[in-house]
C-alpha cells in the first residue's frame, strides 16, 4: 500500500500528460474524500495538515497547467464553441472554489462546519450540480451535442490538425474535467451520496474521455 506522500506525488507525476488522465482518478478520489471526511468532523491534527498541504500542491499544479494553456489557448478564438460550453466551464470552476472555501472555512472555525457544508451544496446546486460534466462528457462523447458532431472532432478541424495546439485542448479539458470531478467527489462526501456509485460511473467515463483525446491526437500532424 502507498503511504500518502507516493499517492500525492502520482497524483502529481499523472497531471502532467493527458495519457494519464485516467490514471489520476482512483488517487485523487482517495485524497479528497479524505480531506473532505477530516473536514467534516472539524479533525485538525498532522494528519490533516499534511493533507490539505497534499491537496494544496495538487490544487497549485493543476492551476499552473491551466496558465501554460491559457497562454497559448488565448491565442486562438473560437466564438461559438465558447458561447456553447463557456458557461458549463463557469460553473464548475465556482463549484471548485466552493469546495475550497468550504474546507478554508471548516478548518478556521470547525464549529460552523454543517453552515459550511451547506453552503458549498448551495454553490454546487445553484451552478447545476452534475450536469455541467455530464454536457461536457456528451460533448466529447456523442454526435449529438451542440453542432451535431464531437467536440474533439470540430476542434480538429478548426485548428487543422495542430498537434500542439490539439494538446493543449486535451489538456485544458483534462483540467476542467479534473476540477469539476474534486468538486463532485466532495458533494457526494457532504451529501453522504453512494460514493461506489459515483466511483465506479465516473471511473468507466474517464477513462472513455482519455481514449477519445488519445484517439484525436493520433490524427494529428
Known sequence: MADKGQIKQTVLDLLESVSSFAATFNPLFGIVTKLVGAAKKGVVDDDTIKLDKDFQQIHEKLECISEQNKQLLD??????????????????????????NMVENIRGDPEKSELYREDFKNIYRENDGHQNLNRYYDAIMEDEGAFGKLLLKIYLEHYKKNKKIMEAKCSHLAYIFHIGLIALMAYYVVTEDDEDEFREEWGQKVFNIQTKMQEVLKECN
Open 75 to 100: 491565442q486562438i478564438h473560437t466564438d461559438e464553441i465558447n458561447k456553447n460550453y463557456g458557461n458549463l466551464e463557469k460553473n464548475i470552476k465556482h463549484q471548485y472554489q466552493g469546495f475550497k
